[in-house]
C-alpha cells in the first residue's frame, strides 16, 4: 500500500534534507562512533522502557537514548566524547518523550 504524506498547516515540516546533512557534518563523527554504537545498543536492550514514561506509571518501549547533559557542552573533543560515552549521562526514552526534552529545552534556552 502507498505512504500518503499529509501536510498539517501551521505546523513546521519535519527535518530538511540539508537540516539532516547540517547535523551529520557537526555530530557524525560522535554519532558515528562504534563504541557510541555499542553502548547506546548496550543501554537500549538494559532498559527496555522508557524511563521518564516509567517515573510516570507507564509502560511505554524505549527508542532513543538522550543524553542528560549534552555532549556538545564538552569544551573539547575529549570532553565530548566523555559526555557521550559516559552511561551515568544516558537516559532511555520513547520518541515522544525525547521530543518533549529538545522542544522543552530550545524553549528554555529561547527564553534567556
Not at 36 to 60: D, M
Not at 68 to 92: H, I, R, Y
Amino acid at each position: 500500500m502507498p505512504y500518503i504524506v499529509k501536510r498539517r498547516i501551521g505546523r513546521p515540516n519535519k527535518a530538511t534534507q540539508s537540516d539532516i546533512k547540517r547535523h551529520n557534518d557537526r555530530w557524525g563523527k560522535y554519532y558515528n562512533n562504534s563504541a557510541w554504537k555499542r553502548l547506546r545498543n548496550w543501554y537500549i536492550q538494559s532498559h527496555p522502557l522508557c524511563e521518564r514514561c516509567l517515573f510516570n506509571g507507564k509502560s511505554v518501549p524505549s527508542e532513543e537514548v538522550h543524553h542528560k547533559v549534552e555532549f556538545s557542552k564538552g569544551e573539547t573533543m575529549e570532553d565530548k566524547f566523555a559526555l557521550l560515552l559516559d552511561p551515568q549521562n544516558l537516559m532511555a526514552v520513547c520518541r515522544k518523550c525525547h521530543m518533549e526534552i529538545h522542544n522543552h529545552n530550545k524553549k528554555l534556552n529561547s527564553e534567556h
